[in-house]
């Protein structure tokens, strides 16, 4: 029996249009309703709140959100009644008195965090697979949607002078062809969304100057979608010397940007590029404003950085902790997101005028760490890729203590003294290892469609403790 992702792939390119577009209608009465520009205004007005303001806010939210979270949801209610029961009387009106949230509770049973008195019936079903590939399942009630899409209206599109309406393109993991597709389109438009939606799995150099045309035939406004995919479409915008793509603002997510990435898609598109941060969770968010400045999104969670099991001043990178203050029927506390990254000072000091707090950088997953033996780890390898490398993309595979990899995909006029840059630059960061340089052709993506830009081989169990 065919599933519904198999039927949708059968259809005519007019039928898939149908059919992505009343998806896209259904989200559309989820995401949006005759409060939306209410919310709108509101989170723009709360943008230039003092830091004082937004910690006082914070701190009366997480104090519900706890509350909330042990005494009407199960997973959370279950886990205090134990401790009393072993004769714990730690206050879990401390947020310090709470566990670490690992992702495998959170996949195991889901419904378990959802508070006892909402019915999962009548909310909106969340499904992401993560960097891992394994599923998680959410729930949020149609007030939190709204929340969250007025909170990407306002930070996401209204910052660069965009909005909703506007015809959009998306560059994503969602299977809207084939993967085994050899003609176009790579595509679907979606209606609903007045949205373009390009596979981000399809991005061959021959293919790509059809995402080309499909781009100027639906007069896209803008485009959001992961980095390493819009860079691939500048490259060879650059490459065919085209003019005709000028865009309002190009929006990257799901991965980090490096400089030279950024320099080619602006210049592809003619139009400033913003790096965003996100996740499905709904427990943190950054967008990116006209100065520069990675500004965080208060209302989504409260953020702690850890390492090693302690708290990371600001400034210094460690894994990231969320307490979701969004979603306050499926609450996350403490939960390891899996990404690395480093909180800016107190004081908000962006150009822009703008209140809301800073991410100093996302250096990526947990995982996209490499191991030196003296048990360092090393997490920020941007730059040695930079922009006077001639290479499409790189990614770097540590397989063991001593033997590192670099896969490439070589530019137009790469040359030896390419390889031994990036290879001497990988060595002034890891010491003494041997590096292996490797082209090929393609660098393969995840389940996801996403870039991994650094990939540690090594068993947990032999890595340095």
């Not at 939306?36 to 006082?56: I, N, Y």
């Not at 509770?105 to 999962?120: G, K, N, T």
């Not at 992401?128 to 394994?134: D, I, N, W």
Request: glycine content about 8%; some cysteine.
């Amino acid at each position: 029996m065919l599933d519904p992702l198999q039927i949708y792939h059968r259809l005519p390119y007019p039928l898939r249009v149908l059919a992505a577009s009343a998806r896209g209608y259904y989200l559309r009465s989820w995401r949006y309703g005759p409060e939306t520009e209410g919310l709108v205004a509101q989170a723009l007005e709360r943008d230039f709140w003092s830091a004082g303001r937004w910690k006082a806010w914070q701190e009366e939210r997480l104090a519900f959100i706890l509350h909330r979270a042990a005494t009407r949801v199960p997973y959370y209610r279950s886990l205090w009644e134990d401790r009393r029961r072993r004769g714990d009387r730690s206050s879990w009106e401390i947020l310090d008195n709470w566990p670490i949230l690992e992702k495998e509770p959170l996949r195991l049973a889901p419904q378990e965090f959802v508070a006892d008195d909402r019915s999962i019936g009548g909310m909106f079903p969340e499904h992401t697979s993560g960097s891992s590939g394994k599923p998680l399942r959410l729930w949020w009630s149609l007030k939190t949607v709204r929340a969250w899409y007025a909170l990407f209206e306002a930070r996401w599109r209204r910052w660069h002078g965009v909005g909703r309406m506007d015809p959009w393109a998306h560059v994503g993991g969602q299977m809207v062809a084939p993967f085994g597709r050899t003609k176009p389109p790579f595509w679907v438009w979606n209606a609903g969304l007045n949205q373009l939606y390009l596979s981000s799995y399809h991005l061959a150099p021959a293919f790509i100057p059809h995402y080309l045309e499909a781009l100027k035939r639906h007069r896209v406004k803008y485009i959001l979608g992961y980095t390493s995919s819009l860079h691939a479409l500048a490259l060879e915008i650059l490459r065919l010397g085209r003019k005709d793509l000028s865009l309002s603002v190009a929006i990257t997510d799901a991965e980090p940007i490096l400089e030279h990435q950024r320099q080619a898609i602006a210049e592809a598109f003619q139009c400033p590029v913003r790096a965003t941060y996100g996740m499905a969770e709904a427990a943190a968010a950054a967008g990116e404003c006209r100065e520069g400045g990675a500004h965080l999104w208060p209302e989504a969670g409260w953020l702690e950085v850890m390492e090693d099991g302690r708290p990371q001043p600001r400034g210094q990178a460690g894994e990231l902790l969320a307490t979701g203050l969004l979603n306050e029927d499926m609450p996350l506390i403490r939960y390891r997101v899996g990404d690395r990254a480093a909180l800016a000072g107190e004081e908000p000091s962006c150009p822009c005028g703008r209140g809301l707090p800073l991410l100093a950088r996302v250096e990526g997953r947990s995982d996209d760490v490499l191991y030196l033996r003296d048990g360092r780890k090393v997490g920020r390898l941007d730059t040695v890729f930079k922009a006077d490398l001639c290479i499409r993309e790189a990614q770097i595979v540590q397989e063991s203590l001593s033997r590192v990899r670099i896969k490439f995909v070589r530019g137009p006029d790469y040359a030896a003294s390419t390889g031994e840059a990036m290879a001497r630059r990988l060595k002034e960061r890891l010491g003494p290892v041997e590096v292996v340089l490797e082209e090929v052709a393609m660098i393969s993506r995840t389940g996801r469609g996403k870039f991994q830009a650094v990939l540690c081989r090594i068993p947990s169990e032999e890595r340095p403790k």
